[in-house]
């Protein structure tokens, strides 16, 4: 008789099966290994539409397995093809997916449901529920106690010469975004059992942190009071961007592709590539497509050609096409695109800083400081994907617009029009407001944490 059935349990299990329903119905997405010897291998089936799917094997690669097995805290994959190993679902419509491998759920995959009879795709990942690397006592998963695991226990980081490079590799490994600022001397709270690394040393460019030099796992000569910490931005560094436009949503399509920048060609650019860039830039809907180096010409490399989109990819990179670097045409040819932005930061040194404008009644007005605080600046940081407000005030000179508006917020609105908003007569003088997000970029060198 199954420990489950034993009646003293059934209540625990009934709970966890209503927790495990009430996650499902709240994504679009869910993942779940089936017929392993763990949570962490065995036949990847996905929730959709309200039922389970089976994920076919026919386009499955070692990039979706690396998706599935980070959404699942199982760390790495160390094999994505055991015909038959872990039996096969029936009765189970079947769906591919193609990921590009850095995607944080399979959900932002591309996906296509098949009718065809598949074969499932399986999956061993290296570690059951053990990340090789987590953050302690943070205000949220991308910032606290930096923790590494090794020999089966979780140990943390002496922070002797600890700094930005280092900072830099940890928030990249956690799928975190940029490192806004290192925390020395157990900002985030003391460790206990083992301290695992001291000493280390990043070029900033390591994958792991385990990669950059170090003194050895269990060399140091500190204790818990010394516990290195970090803080990173909460998103991943962007793929595509928007060169020479008007405003950030606007301009030459650039995507980034093995460390550089390059352009997208325009042959087959319509508006449903359009609106694909503008869904990942955070810019409304696609109100023009560009061909002809419309915003003029790129240089560099030309990385994409022939894209052809159904319009609901999270990125260029998931859409039909050739490979990076395949093309037949030249910068002459440029595609560019214009997207519905109700929201710009004018004036300031980069695209998270400056003075506040939104589009509203068809025209660009200035956002009043009367009564601007933070409520305000994190609907603005948020809207533009530039993290969290670090200043509401700045000088960033005057708009030459003669609207404005009083803007209050909550603070949860998605959109700064949806703001209660209250018109300025025309021509009226107003003191205009401006903000600086937590992703803003600020010329300096790092600086490193010297040696005690």
């Not at 763990?38 to 929730?47: M, Q």
């Not at 959709?48 to 998706?67: I, L």
């Not at 760390?75 to 055991?82: E, K």
């Not at 002797?160 to 925390?183: F, I, P």
Request: net charge negative; aromatic share 8%; with cysteine.
């Amino acid at each position: 008789m199954c420990d489950f059935l034993k009646p003293k349990l059934q209540f625990s299990w009934l709970c966890l099966f209503f927790v495990v329903i009430l996650r499902v119905s709240t994504l679009t997405y869910f993942v779940r290994l089936m017929n392993g010897s763990n949570r962490c291998n065995g036949r990847v089936e996905v929730y959709q539409g309200g039922h389970w799917k089976k994920v076919c094997s026919s386009d499955w690669t070692k990039e979706d397995a690396n998706v599935v097995c980070r959404e699942i805290s199982c760390g790495s994959p160390l094999s994505q093809t055991i015909p038959s190993h872990f039996g096969e679902a029936h009765n189970l419509n079947g769906v591919k997916t193609h990921c590009v491998g850095n995607e944080s759920s399979i959900s932002e995959c591309s996906h296509q449901d098949t009718s065809e009879s598949c074969t499932d795709a399986t999956v061993v990942c290296t570690s059951p529920g053990r990340s090789p690397i987590r953050l302690v006592n943070g205000t949220n998963r991308c910032s606290g106690r930096v923790e590494v695991y090794h020999q089966g226990q979780w140990g943390t980081v002496c922070d002797d010469r600890w700094g930005m490079q280092e900072a830099a590799v940890t928030c990249r490994e956690m799928n975190c975004g940029n490192a806004l600022s290192v925390k020395y001397k157990a900002f985030f709270g003391g460790g206990r059992d083992q301290v695992w690394l001291d000493d280390i040393e990043c070029t900033g460019h390591e994958k792991t942190i385990a990669d950059c030099p170090h003194r050895g796992f269990g060399e140091h000569d500190c204790d818990h009071s010394e516990d290195a910490g970090v803080v990173c931005s909460g998103r991943p560094p962007p793929t595509v961007r928007l060169v020479n436009g008007t405003d950030r949503c606007s301009g030459r399509v650039e995507v980034l592709h093995d460390g550089q920048w390059g352009t997208v060609c325009d042959d087959e650019w319509d508006i449903k590539d359009a609106q694909v860039v503008c869904r990942a830039m955070d810019c409304g809907t696609a109100q023009t497509a560009k061909s002809g180096a419309f915003f003029g010409e790129g240089q560099g490399d030309i990385w994409l050609d022939d894209v052809n989109c159904f319009g609901n990819e999270t990125s260029l990179q998931h859409c039909k096409r050739p490979s990076f670097g395949e093309n037949n045409c030249g910068h002459s040819e440029d595609a560019g695109v214009i997207c519905s932005a109700t929201i710009r930061l004018i004036n300031g040194t980069d695209e998270c800083s400056g003075r506040v404008e939104l589009h509203h009644g068809g025209h660009w007005a200035s956002a009043s400081s009367v009564n601007w605080g933070m409520n305000e600046a994190a609907v603005v940081c948020r809207e533009m994907n530039c993290g969290d407000p670090v200043k509401v005030l700045g000088s960033y000179g005057a708009g030459g617009e003669q609207r404005g508006y009083q803007v209050s917020c909550s603070g949860r609105e998605t959109s700064l029009t949806l703001c209660s908003l209250r018109e300025y007569p025309s021509g009226s003088r107003i003191q205009e407001a401006a903000v600086q997000c937590s992703e803003y970029q600020e010329s300096g060198d790092l600086c490193r944490k010297p040696h005690h």
